[in-house]
């Protein structure tokens, strides 16, 4: 791993024009080559700073590799049995209506073994807000098919590719958590390139503006690379992305109350 030496850079007449988040751990992530959670850390990491939440901010996370979010950021964090964040950031939240709570899952976690518990906390309109990373498949298991797979897929427990007469179509839960009635905002973005990644960033903040403004549940589903159990390079994992996920999973808001006064709670939080 290559060293930089920003005080000698600065030096030879260098500027810094982008800095670390103080929220986000200065140490190399685990993660696979061209895996996408890194990009998420860093982009829920700003959210926080630029909201200034960092210092009463309570992360949950699940099974899955979202579970490692604890180790990339300097926040109190509680580690939920497997599909039962959103049911322990329920607890947390009601526990501890002043601190500022999020989940952070995976679509295994979230869309299959925590799917109940995921929607009720929705339509109960907990304020609290979920960034669901969907890559269509188990990452940290073994690569088994999940409930985002896309049909033809191929996986460990589907060899012969996901066949939507026997294992039925992939969910798309941004359009499902927007048709239910808690549900403040719910979008799904993807973190494919840097105009992708500007996007996400605007989503994960609208997701937790909901949450300050007392409004309500926020959700946000960024569509992530998983080269490793995708068997791709990191860049034919990129182009995954955008020829097949985002033509399935479309891009864009589903749901915005912030501009319908009906949907606001006097007050919200401070």
């Given amino acids: 791993m290559t060293t930089i030496d920003l005080a000698a850079l600065q030096q030879e007449g260098y500027t810094e024009v982008a800095g670390l988040p103080q929220v986000l751990a200065d140490r190399p992530m685990h993660y696979c080559p061209g895996c996408h959670h890194g990009i998420a850390h860093r982009l829920v990491a700003?959210?926080?700073?630029?909201?200034?939440?960092?210092?009463?901010?309570?992360?949950?996370?699940?099974?899955?590799?979202?579970?490692?979010?604890?180790n990339y950021m300097h926040l109190d964090t509680v580690e939920a049995p497997h599909g039962r964040?959103?049911?322990?950031?329920?607890?947390?939240?009601?526990?501890?209506?002043?601190?500022?709570?999020?989940?952070?899952q995976g679509d295994g976690d979230l869309a299959s073994i925590g799917l109940a518990e995921s929607m009720h906390c929705a339509n109960r309109g907990e304020k609290l807000a979920i960034v669901f990373i969907n890559n269509t498949v188990y990452g940290m298991t073994g690569g088994q098919m999940a409930p985002?797979?896309?049909?033809?897929?191929?996986?460990?427990?589907?060899?012969?590719?996901?066949?939507?007469?026997?294992?039925?179509l992939p969910l798309k839960m941004a359009e499902i958590m927007a048709g239910l009635g808690g549900v403040a905002y719910s979008a799904r973005a993807a973190t494919t390139s840097l105009k992708r990644i500007v996007e996400a960033k605007k989503a994960i903040k609208a997701a937790f503006q909901c949450q300050l403004d007392g409004r309500g549940f926020g959700f946000v589903e960024l569509l992530s690379a998983c080269p490793t159990n995708w068997r791709?390079?990191?860049?034919?994992?990129?182009?995954?992305?955008?020829?097949?996920?985002?033509?399935?999973?479309?891009?864009?808001?589903?749901?915005d109350d912030a501009n319908d006064p009906a949907c606001s709670v006097p007050g919200g939080e401070s």
Avoid at 85 to 104: E, L
């Fill in 148 to 168: 985002t797979t896309l049909p033809g897929q191929k996986t460990t427990t589907s060899p012969g590719g996901r066949c939507a007469s026997t294992e039925g």
């Fill in 46 to 70: 700003e959210v926080l700073e630029e909201l200034g939440q960092v210092e009463r901010t309570i992360c949950v996370s699940s099974i899955g590799c979202s579970v490692f979010i604890y």
């Fill in 232 to 255: 791709m390079t990191p860049l034919q994992a990129n182009e995954r992305v955008e020829k097949e996920l985002i033509p399935y999973f479309p891009l864009g808001v589903f749901k």
């Fill in 85 to 104: 964040a959103a049911a322990v950031a329920t607890g947390v939240k009601r526990a501890r209506p002043d601190a500022f709570v999020f989940t952070y």
